[in-house]
Every structure is written in structure tokens, then in C-alpha cells.
């Protein structure tokens, strides 16, 4: 309790504790930063596609529940027929997943895939391949790129889990690439304890993205459209075994971890027809949770936002106060009339901050999410900060509910997030205060409109659904795509995607959690 005590001394200070000055300048070192995150919704980032970050997922494998599977997705809105250069990688910066287990908002381990280019073309042709690939090593390939996994420790140590690894290509077409998911097979690849996989892939975010559009018509009129329909991202999967991510290797003493990919680069020196990377590695790409950045830090503060440090979150007073009090609360309450939760919004902060727990002293009264939980960790050493946490210890189920924790689904959002999360419902049911009364705010309980990924997923590695490969202007739905994507190297098919549950058009079905309290009880 005498830590729940010092976190509600903390929290209030925050907000006056820094100003947009100290935001500005103490970031990177002072090094110029340049930042996104989903779906290019930073301004500096929308000009640098290759390593703008779109979406973070981590969850207990399905099909290995021994394992944790992380997906980081790179370069949105890819335009299927998009050549002749199609989506490479940047080889010139780092992409990273980060691991912390202590609770301290800095890395206890660091999973880093760097880029290096295979080309053929040279001065003889513009295509990207000849003829039909049917292998990643096919001479047809003209492209191919090639990568190193590392592990890095926080003391800087590292070991190289795979020295060169074979990213699957872009998809060109049902006729470059007749069987794309074979490639994709052949892309997986192991090491000791966990598995890998570079590539492409169907978007599998979900969302209308007209909720710009004064939050979708001002009358919930434009809504069930999947804006990402169509589209596809570059796609690291790593899946590695929960003894090697939790404190000194046990998940039991230890469930919880934070979680979040970060991309860095170097500066450019250009010269006609050449660039070069030179000087000091800058962060320019950072997620953990979805739609922070995106819904709740301001047009001017994004940029800095994603050159931060999660250790340094707290700190930063202009970020927690939008945290305490939310903008997305006071549109809705201007546009539909919703009155908005009352301001400091600590339920937000224990969400976002600090992880779910008793101990954070929050108003969500239950144990689910945070490294205070870790039965080794330093508490005192602990520090608010955005990650996207996970309790190793919940297991999968069967019938997952895409509303995740606010659903009953304790493997859910924003416990960890799955595939099938549907995280724009969670997060505006969350803002409008869902997790602190312990009821779906009727008004808004269908959301979007938009309930599962356009393409579906799968129960095993990779998870993903193989990538679009006609134009996102065809008509949705009448793409006739050729049969190109052989399901069969998927892994099973589902109606509905996995991690996602029945779909469901009201709150009356989302679950008993919506009476007597969200998540009291529910843990023990």
C-alpha cells in the first residue's frame, strides 16, 4: 500500500512537473527527432513510409502457449500493384521490439532486425522479377533482401538468433507469384526456442477511418467501412518463449511484461543519384499502445512524442495531462451530446501508465496487467510509463471477444492485443469511462461499425493473412484475384478472425463484466 500511496503523490505532480520547452528539447538528447506511428499519423513520418510503425501486437501464441508472439507492422497503405520498386525495407535503419520486464520503461531485452539489399536489376531492367518465382532463391527474383535478428540485453550484450535471414518479397501478382504463400513458408524461419518471420501482409487493422470526418458525420452516418480493406504492411512476426522474456526466466513468479517497436534511422547525406547514412542513430518511430499518439497527443506534440523514451513519459506534463484529461471525451460531449467523464481521468493513466493493478492504487480495482505484480521486481524502481503490457499467465481462449477485457476476455486488449482486438471500440468505450463503471456506454456500443479484419487470420504461425494482390480501386469485394494465395499455407481458416469472437451489434452481448464493476473479482 505504500507504494499506491507514492504513485498518487507522483501522478498529481506530474502535469506541473515539465513544460513544452522541456518536451521540445530534452528528447534524444537534444538530437533532431523526427517521429510516427500508425498509420502516418505524425506529421514528420508521413514523409517516411519505410519506417512509420503502424501497429503493435502481442498475445500467448494459440498454437504454442508456451511462447509470446509480437507482430510490428511497417509501411501502411501499400498499393498492392505499387512497382516497379515495390516495399523494401530501409536499410539504413534499425527495427526494433522492445522488452521490459522490471517495470522501469526501459528495455530489458531488445529484438533488432537490420536490412541488407540482393539486386539483380542493375542497369539490364526495371522489374522487380522476370518470370514466375516459385522459390525465394529463384533466379526470376531480381530483389531480395536479406536480414539479422539480434538480441540485445540491457547491459548491451547481444546474440545473433538468425545471421541471414530471407525476407519474403512483396507480392507482384498472381502471375510473378503464383503461389505467394509457399514464399511466405519458406521465409519462416527458427531459432533456438522461438521462430521468425519477415514479409508482407494484409493489413490487419480495422477501422473507419472517417472518424475524421467530425467523428464520423457528426450523426454516426459514416460509419462500416474498413478504410484499410484493400491494403497491405511490411510485417515482423517473432515468436519467443515466455521464459526468455519474463524476469529471471519465470512466468510464474514473474507474468508481466511491457512491450513496444521502435524504429531508428541516421542521417541522410545526399549527393545526385546517392544517399548515405552518417552521424548518430535517431529514434524516429515509436508504438506501444494503439491510438495514443494518434487519438490522444496533439498535432504539435507527436513528433517529440515518438522520439521519447517510455522512462521518460511521466515526465513530460503536457502528454499525462492529456492523459488526465482527454480530448476525444469532450468531442464526443460536443458533437453527440455524451456527457464526459469527470477530469483527472486516473483510470486512463492506470490503463496506459501503469498497467492494471491493486497495487498502482487506480480505480480499477484488480490485478491484470502491471510489473508491480512481478513477484522479484524493484517496486520502488517503478516507473509509469506507455507500453503495451501482458500478463504471460492468461491463457488463450477458445471463444475470444473482440472487445477483450471490457468483453470478459481477460486475454483481450488491453491486456496484450490480438489480431482480432478491436481496439477503436475499446478505446472510445475507455475513454467515455466503460473501465471504471463497469458498463458499455449504450450509445456508442456499435462502434465503427467496422468489427474484423478485412481478410482473415489464423490460429497458426504467422497468424497473418496473406497479402492483397490486385488494386485497392477495384471494387471491394470483386477484386478476382487470382487463386494465388493457396490457404492451405495459412493454417486453418476462420469465419470470424482468431482472437476476435462472435460479433456482436449491442452491449447486451458483450459480456457479464458490464454488471457490478469491469474487472473486480475477476483476478482474485
Known sequence: MARARRLTRILPGIAGAASVAVLSAGMSGGAPTAAASSHREAPLIAGDPQVDNTDVYAFSSPDRPDTVTFIANFSPFQEPVGGPNFYPWATDAQYDIHVDSHGTGKPDLTFRYTFTNEDHRGTDTFLYDNGPVASLDDPHLLFRQHYKLEEIKADGTSTVLVADGIAAPSDTGAASMPDYGKLRNQAVTGFTGGQTLVGQAADPFFLDLRVFDLLYGKNLSETGHNTLAGYNVNTIVLQVPKSELALNHDPARNPVIGTWSTAQRRTMQLSPGTQTAAGDWVQVSRLGNPLVNEVVVPAGLKDAFNGLTPDKDHTIAPVVQRVLDPEVPKLIQGIYGIPAPAAPRTDLVEIFLQGIAKATGGPIQADLNSQLLNADADHTAFTPAEELRLNLGVPSTARPNRLGVLGGDLQGFPNGRRLGDDVVDIAVQAMEGAARTGKIVAPLANGDGVNRPDRMVTNCFPYLALP?????????????????????????????????GPQHQGPQHQGAPHQGGLLGGLLG
Open 468 to 500: 492483397y494482390n490486385q488494386a485497392v480501386n477495384n471494387v471491394h469485394g470483386q477484386r478476382n484475384e487470382a487463386p494465388a494465395h493457396p490457404q492451405q499455407h495459412q493454417g486453418p481458416q476462420h469465419q470470424g478472425p482468431q482472437h476476435q
